[in-house]
């Protein structure tokens, strides 16, 4: 027997003291189990392969960082190797791929059903996380033609039946896999869930309509249709689900009928076919044979899809919505069907069909039947919403409200965002393109007809997306079908870790938060289509009428102040306008200081003008929303009330000064945004642009064109990703030697300085020169030759840096030429060394030193570890690392470098979304707080109204969520620097061999 040697005891002794993290131990319940089965897994690679203990222990240890419950992970690791007939080469996979142990540690961690599913059979854990299998989105057909090809190789019935369990439990666990890992989004894992369902009925319906052959000698006397409704019929099935279906069946046909044998035949031809069709109408089977074969073969593929075997089940099926429901016979003749929608369905069935799609069987018999249904489900006599219908849905939503654990069921969850959409599209029953059974769809056309404002669709997507995220996770667990919260802690940190949340109170946050977003939209929509009905605007709001400001608030939209009471006639307008006041301004995330603004912009502006705007749906609505979110911005309206006349009629900028230009134009660009038209990379280059005209007209005003003379803008200017209030960073060039040239320069430079300014307070446009060579010590104005000289010979990589966000805005074309050709050759010279990066992180050192004042204790969004700048170094750190990378902003730069670096894909991808969050809170410090600061502020009360805004409930979770991002994003540009220093030194051992 051969004996471990030395070393190799010396490592047994110490894997079997090691331990995981701290970290790691602390989501652990049980450390010490966890701790004996870390180095129960350890040892046991040691034994079985050569050198591998080590490399599984790093590896291990990153990877139980990332999953949500490293305990299960741990467990279900320890029992997939024991279970294995060859552990050493699921070790070897591992090791091999070290993907392959992150992935499966993150399904066992999420779904026992997963895990169990795992450890029973190592050819799925080869086949799911070994090959490219989760990437792959197969089509409908491709679906089809996999569950065909799985039955092709059996003669028995029981034999193909098992075969197609087992090929939709692959299925499953390929769809359930990438999801949880995230591989696909939930609008591709619901279709592909779908597909498979309807893969499974048309191989089932098969099955059945052979077996019926068999069985009478005959083929059948009936063609059926199977039509699937529900989630379903909008192809968004979830896992474990019942699918709800009813069937249609209507007589084989013999032979074409005359009148289509009519249409492409000779007239010769036409007698002989005429004839034939009447002999076989003779000869055709009876009604009751037809109905009968139907009803066999409907009830034969139900004990088909509902049986069981050692291989399991295929689908839960509920015929529950079939005329009749329960009572009504399992299927029903295409005119029996249409006959009875059209004497007897019930309101709520007209909203059922809403859904409804043909998924197998006779694809043209359904579709005839779904046709000729349509003007039951989409009547033409009559675009409102009944009443009897609204009070149908309200006590079928309200039903089961109580049942605050159900993200289904409850109040501002799923069902109530589905009802809500489907009563939009039957009051707007005449407009084809809301017609489509999926969800996610009708929002997209609710919102393509103007029926949801752009913030509604994207807060409805969002929401939808997030509890149908909630809901798989819920059954993943044990694949079943439910969909209620855990009521225990444990089960509840399961799900939320699941979901990305550290902790389940930060899950329940953003819960109510969705919750309440979905209450109003929704309750809005009810409301909007009952006052449609009424003729009259009686919207409900759930802003606390009982608050004593929100009273006084109201009393003086109505009647004036004191000081300036409104006519008998604009009390009238006001008193008729409240209602769509209060509705809108539930819209915002900050009713009451909505309200309040819109209050005071009627006192300040003029009292008819105002009143004239607010009358205007679209104009009130971006006003309440611009006193919510920027009461900064409003307060410029209220001096120049016309300027909304400009942004929604539009304006000719050759016609408007500078000052003017630059107010429509950044009200116009910050509706967009807070409107959801557009986000905060769009606004940061529109007030870049506005910035360019204003500098450009600047020159042509100033500038004689004979003389070469160039601006260069830096920094956030430079990259396009200016707020209101930031300065512009930018060197002025020119390009000769001559002394009187050179004086000639710095008076351009300061003349360029003073009409930025403009004649208002705060200016219009600071510009800041320090980034030039030398600083605040040398000329305003630099010679192209003295820069570029510069550069050569001392400029610092700070410097060289800074050009990463360098952009020419105006000046002399040959002069920008040779500007832009000068930057590209110094990006070009010089490689990034591992010097360079120790320098760059320094450097961000001491601007988080520098950072550092009395405030220490507040969150500085910009130098503090994980802000601002942390994303735009590590953007810069890749530009200056692959030339591939194009100079410019850090958004963009972090886009391509996902797509450049896959190794980095998922932190420069974290980063981006880090970076433009911060911005778009650094936008909102300024103009809803009115402050320069990057500090959260201190007062309890603005750090509420800033959390609002940022749709984050309360200043404490602004606080704790901001705080866990900035870690975030401190890992992930430490992440970064660490990959590209690795990069630098692979490539110097490459070129030294």
């Known amino acids: 027997m051969i004996q471990p040697s030395h070393t190799e005891k010396r490592l047994l002794a110490r894997l079997k003291e090691a331990r995981p993290a701290d970290s790691i131990l602390a989501r652990c319940e049980d450390e010490d189990r966890c701790v004996r089965l870390y180095r129960d897994i350890l040892v046991r690679a040691a034994q079985t392969i050569d050198r591998a203990a080590l490399t599984l222990e790093t590896r291990l240890e990153q990877a139980l960082q990332q ?385 949801l404002q752009p913030e509604e669709e994207a807060l409805l997507r969002d929401a939808y997306v997030f509890l149908r995220r909630v809901e798989h996770a819920l059954q993943l667990e044990q694949f079943e079908q439910t969909h209620t919260l855990p009521g225990n802690d444990t089960g509840m940190l399961r799900v939320s870790r699941t979901l990305g949340f550290e902790t389940h109170a930060m899950f329940h946050r953003r819960l109510r938060r969705t919750r309440s977003s979905v209450e109003r939209i929704c309750d809005g929509i009810l409301a909007a289509e009952t006052d449609d009905n009424r003729g009259e605007v009686q919207p409900s709001s759930p802003i606390p009428t009982d608050d004593p400001r929100l009273r006084t608030i109201l009393r003086d939209l109505v009647d004036g102040r004191e000081d300036a009471r409104r006519s008998s006639n604009d009390r009238r307008r006001m008193d008729t306008l409240l209602p769509a006041l209060l509705a809108d301004a539930s819209a915002t995330p900050l009713p009451v200081e909505a309200l309040a603004g819109i209050e005071q912009f009627t006192y300040s502006a003029a009292p008819a003008g105002a009143l004239s705007y607010i009358e205007h749906q679209q104009t009130r609505q971006f006003l309440l929303h611009l006193a919510a979110c920027a009461p900064v911005a409003l307060r410029r309206l209220e001096r120049d009330p016309l300027l909304l006349e400009l ?60 003389f070469p003379f160039a601006v260069l803008a830096l920094g956030k200017y430079g990259s396009a990703e200016l707020i209101p209030g930031s300065d512009l960073d930018v060197i002025f060039l020119y390009d000769t030697n001559d002394d009187a040239d050179h004086e000639r320069a710095q008076k351009y430079g300061r003349a360029v300085i003073r009409e930025m300014r403009g004649d208002r307070v705060p200016p219009l446009f600071e510009c800041d020169t320090r980034l030039r060579p030398e600083g605040r010590s040398a000329p305003l104005a630099v010679s192209i030759t003295a820069w570029q000289r510069y550069f050569q010979e001392r400029a610092s990589l700070w410097e060289r840096q800074s050009l990463l966000r360098s952009r020419l805005v105006a000046g002399d074309a040959g002069l920008m030429a040779r500007i832009s050709k000068a930057i590209h050759a110094q990006r070009m010279t010089r490689t990034l060394t591992a010097d360079d990066l120790a320098e760059i992180r320094a450097m961000r050192l001491r601007m988080e030193a520098d950072g550092m004042t009395r405030q220490a204790s507040r969150i500085d969004i910009k130098r503090a570890p994980g802000g601002l700048i942390d994303a735009e170094f590590a953007a810069q750190v890749l530009q200056l690392h692959a030339a591939a990378l194009p100079a410019g902003g850090t958004s963009p730069a972090l886009s391509q470098a996902a797509r450049l670096f896959p190794s980095l894909s998922d932190a420069v991808t974290r980063l981006r979304h880090h970076h433009c969050r911060l911005r778009l809170l650094q936008l909102f410090l300024r103009l809803l707080l009115d402050t320069p600061s990057n500090h959260l502020p201190p007062e309890k009360e603005r750090s509420h109204r800033l959390a609002a805004v940022m749709g984050i409930e309360g200043s404490e979770g602004l606080t704790e969520e901001l705080s866990m991002e900035m870690r975030q994003a401190r890992i992930d540009f430490d992440f970064v620097f660490e990959t590209v220093s690795s990069m630098c030194a692979s490539q110097r051992a490459g070129s030294n061999p």
């Open 67 to 451: 999953v949500p419950l490293p305990e299960r992970a741990l467990v279900h690791l320890h029992r997939f190797l024991e279970a294995s007939l060859s552990p050493a080469r699921i070790l070897e996979h591992i090791l091999r791929t070290p993907r392959l142990l992150t992935d499966f540690l993150l399904l066992s961690s999420s779904s026992l059903w997963l895990a169990d599913a795992l450890v029973r059979d190592a050819g799925l854990f080869r086949w799911l996380l070994a090959t490219d299998v989760l990437e792959q989105a197969p089509s409908d057909t491709e679906i089809l033609a996999g569950a065909r090809s799985a039955l092709v190789r059996f003669d028995r019935s029981e034999l193909r039946m098992n075969a197609l369990r087992r090929y939709q439990r692959r299925q499953l666990l390929r769809i359930a896999s990438a999801d949880i890992l995230q591989k696909k989004p939930l609008t591709v894992v619901v279709r592909e869930l779908s597909d498979l369902a309807d893969a499974v009925l048309v191989c089932a319906l098969d099955e059945a309509v052979t077996l019926h052959g068999q069985r009478r000698g005959r083929p059948p006397a009936a063609r059926i249709a199977v039509i699937a409704l529900g989630k379903l019929g909008g192809r968004e099935l979830n896992y474990s689900s019942d699918i709800d279906i009813m069937f249609v069946y209507d007589r084989m046909p013999a032979v074409e009928t005359h009148r289509e044998a009519d249409a492409r035949c000779e007239p010769a031809d036409r007698r002989a076919i005429a004839d034939e069709a009447e002999d076989a109408a003779q000869l055709a089977p009876p009604d009751t044979v037809v109905s009968d074969d139907a009803v066999t073969i409907v009830k034969e593929l139900l004990r088909l899809l509902t049986g069981s075997s050692s291989e399991g089940m295929l689908y839960r099926t509920d015929l529950r919505l079939r005329p009749d429901g329960a009572a009504g016979a399992p299927a029903l003749s295409l005119d029996a069907t249409v006959t009875y929608y059209e004497r007897r369905g019930a309101l709520w069935e007209r909203q059922m069909l809403l859904r409804s799609r043909t998924c197998a069987g006779d694809r043209i018999l359904g579709e005839m039947l779904l046709r000729r249904l349509e003007p039951f489900v989409y009547p033409r006599g009559t675009r409102r919403l009944p009443s009897e219908l609204l009070v149908n849905i309200h006590t079928r939503l309200s039903g089961r409200w109580h049942d605050e654990r159900n993200v289904k069921h409850m109040r501002g969850g799923i069902r109530h965002i589905e009802f809500s959409l489907q009563a939009i599209q039957m009051v707007h029953a005449q407009l084809v393109s809301l017609r489509t059974p999926s969800t996610l769809e009708s929002i997209s056309a609710c919102a393509a007809r103007g029926l």
């Open 647 to 706: 942004v929604f009629s539009g304006w000719d900028e050759q016609h408007l000064n500078d000052a003017r230009l630059y107010d429509v134009s950044f009200v116009s660009a910050l509706a967009t945004l807070i409107l959801g038209d557009s986000d905060i990379d769009a606004f940061g280059r529109a007030i870049s642009e506005i910035a360019d005209t204003v500098l450009r007209r600047t020159l042509l005003r100033l500038h004689d064109a004979s």
